[in-house]
């Protein structure tokens, strides 16, 4: 497989569940993102890796956990999720992190909470 | 604040020119970049501009002004696959991108 890669593709779970989105990337880069994609509305950053090390946290709520074991692989481990929280989430990858280097994304994961 | 702005949707005919517009309040400035988005796809890489002027890639071009805070992106020969958002991102002081809300092109026959 090439590029970036992202299971599943569609999640639906209620509040109460416990989940994890899982991101693969194959292009050897250093820097790996988290965004969540609402409807008409600006790509919202969430989390930022660089060499398995998080970088950034937008003050994201802490039912979403991030998890970054090594350099091609990141997760986002989802708890007592609102509804509010339904959108796609995409994961995206960099040679390095800032810079001026293009982003490539997966595919996203489209999560409904019910 | 920073903010990008660029038009909800546009709706153009297949084999014309469309131009989708860009304007940006940023701190700082490190480049701008235009991404495509299918529907249920990925935001793929158009084009990258730093410095004031057109960049032509194929059907596709990106135009920058750095004094007004402003890019455009003309598509020429519109072809019905290039129906998808069009997504404005520009990279700040801090390198980290700024994105618009995305312009929805829908091509007609």
């Known amino acids: 497989e090439t590029g970036v890669t992202q299971t599943p593709r569609h999640l639906v779970m209620g509040m109460t569940n416990k989940k994890s989105l899982k991101c693969e990337q194959h292009l050897g880069h250093n820097a790996m993102y988290w965004y969540k994609q609402s409807a008409k509305k600006p790509l919202e950053l969430m989390f930022v890796y660089s060499l398995e090390e998080r970088v950034e946290n937008n003050s994201v709520p802490s039912r979403f956990s991030p998890e970054c074991p090594n350099s091609s692989h990141l997760f986002l481990h989802l708890h007592t999720l609102q509804p509010e929280d339904s959108a796609l989430y995409l994961c995206?990858?960099?040679?390095?992190?800032?810079?001026?280097?293009?982003?490539?994304f997966g595919p996203g994961t489209r999560l409904t909470v019910l | 604040g920073q903010n990008i702005d660029q038009p909800t949707e546009m709706t153009a005919t297949e084999g014309a020119i469309v131009q989708i517009n860009c304007t940006y309040q940023t701190s700082g400035f490190n480049g701008l970049f235009w991404y495509q988005q299918h529907a249920g796809e990925a935001p793929t890489f158009l084009s990258y501009n730093v410095l004031d002027g057109l960049e032509e890639k194929g059907r596709f071009s990106s135009f920058l002004s750095r004094s007004k805070g402003y890019s455009y992106l003309l598509l020429k020969e519109l072809q019905m696959k290039d129906s998808a958002s069009y997504l404005c991102a520009v990279s700040d002081s801090n390198y980290q991108l700024i994105w618009g809300a995305g312009t929805k092109l829908i091509i007609k026959p």
């Open positions: 995206a990858s960099s040679p390095v992190r800032g810079g001026t280097d293009t982003q490539y």
